[in-house]
């Protein structure tokens, strides 16, 4: 089915107009973040050059690789360990089912409904009392299980045919070998979705990192993107801005890397 | 011997469920119950309940024109924020959805804000709406009319918050409906084509309807995640001009957290959970209703 040409035109500038807006201010931050401050005051759409100052300031003024550092530790051990543990759940919700397996699996779905920011005066004192505030521990090990995560992963897991799980019973595979030969690998986009998204997720993170983290030693970029503007905004937006910039890239590069992958998946769950 | 083979399902299964059951009942199950006994204690400095009060604290919230100002705030956040974000996400879906040259390169743009954080973004905007240097009030000076203060104004300032909060969700909500469009069987249009439907025939007839569980899914998503927003409101207004833009999640962050009131704040904790809970429910009643599944 071939497009006219002028609705063909029409798309494009629908598209384009879009775009604009979209990216509109990310782009003005990325110019901004070349700027000197005589510059921001006198309104500039384009810097005179494309000098990296405000990056070296940016890192001069702030902890900034040791909070990047922090935020890729705890993004990765966070998506690691969600994985891990919401596959096993899944596992045992489509091919280890009990009595009674079903209500569990409803009582880990109804946690959806309960909003982390409801919890998170006992979750504050709680690890405050085990003394982890400023470890990596409070900043991973809450986000560990995930309704959703187990129920995305559950999902997929059900397209795996039982026949293959009798079969290899049968022939004398255990439960975990084939949990981690067989499952893992076959249902490899929705790990990699989930992984994904918890990586995002963790990444971005603001609240908790802000209340279990009271000096530099586990503290997260957002929390320093935080700090740069509260400290420098007055005087110096190009300094924020390419904060912003170097606090942004890895997710923005994580996103473009896998956006099929995490479109396909994420509706998967939430529709099926 | 019998019963331990029978129940081997059973052993094995609650060691591969052990970790999520002892994680949900530390980090969800057991807080949750917490932050409910707290709600009806005074706390001391150290958050631990010293005085019962009853339901005291609910009356006390529910009295205070602070709380019932959050509240109100909160509400109108949600309505400017969540219907007018799933739309412009769907049209931009609809649109990226065509078979054209590039249009992998649209695609990015359009998901891109969901890699941006909370924080960046509104670090990105705070300098937006800048009074003196922002883009905006240089737009407005450029065609010639009054500058406006974005943040500073009580009048506004809910109104840019939810404006950068629109702006944060479009990358996730087009991200899924444009998953739920792809999802759609490609012949269902082109029988509709030799039938003689046009354009926006076929948009009303067959995008939507078949649209509609993932229509669904994104507006109950937003409509939570929006009652729990809280970065933007702390990098851009701190709750302020006169409590405007205080949301419940701030608020809850303040009584908690920088008035040491964890029994108040707690009260306040269960009525976010209460709205949310109905919002989930009512949604699930009345609109699973109109949604019309393939």
Redesign the interface.
Known sequence: MKMPLSQKVLFYILLTIFAVLVFFPVAYAFLISFMTPQEVLMGNILPRSFSFGNYEQAFERLPLLRYLLNSFVVSTIVMAGQVLVCAMAAYVFVFLPFRGSNLIFFLFISTMMIPWEATMIPNFLLVQGFGWTNTYMALTLPFFASAFGTFLLRQHFLTIPYELYEAAQIGGVGKLKFFWKVVLPMSKTSVITLGAYSFLTTWNMYLWPLLTTTNDTVRTVQIGIRQLQSNESATDWGVVMAGVMIIILPTLILLFLGQKQLQKGLTQGAIK | MKLWKR?V??R??LL??L???I??S???????A??IY?SFFLTNQN?LPVYFNGIENYTYIFSSDEFRNSMKATLLFVIYTVPVSVLIAL??AI??N?K?KG?GF????????????????A??????F?PS?G?FN?ILKAINLPAVQWLLDPEWALLSVSLTTI?MN??FNF??I???L??IDESLY?SA?IDGAGYFTKLRRITIPLLS??LF??ITISL?NT??S??QI??LTKGGPIQSTNLV?YS??KE??VNYQ?GT??AQ??V??AV??IV?ILQFKFGERKVHYQ
Request: glycine share 8%; no cysteine.
């Open positions: 129940s399902n059973v094995v299964g591969y469920l970790p999520s059951i994680l949900f530390m980090f969800v199950f057991y807080p949750m917490k932050t707290l958050g049209i931009m649109l990226a065509e054209l249009i649209y695609r990015t743009i359009f998901s891109s804000t969901m890699g941006i954080s909370v924080a960046a973004s670090v990105v905007w705070l300098f937006l800048h240097v883009a240089n702006w479009i990358g991200l899924v444009l998953g739920g792809q999802n082109e084509t569980p993932t899914f994104i939570i009652f729990q809280f970065g702390d990098i999640v809850i962050y908690a957290f964890f704040a707690s904790a269960i976010l959970f949310v809970l989930t």
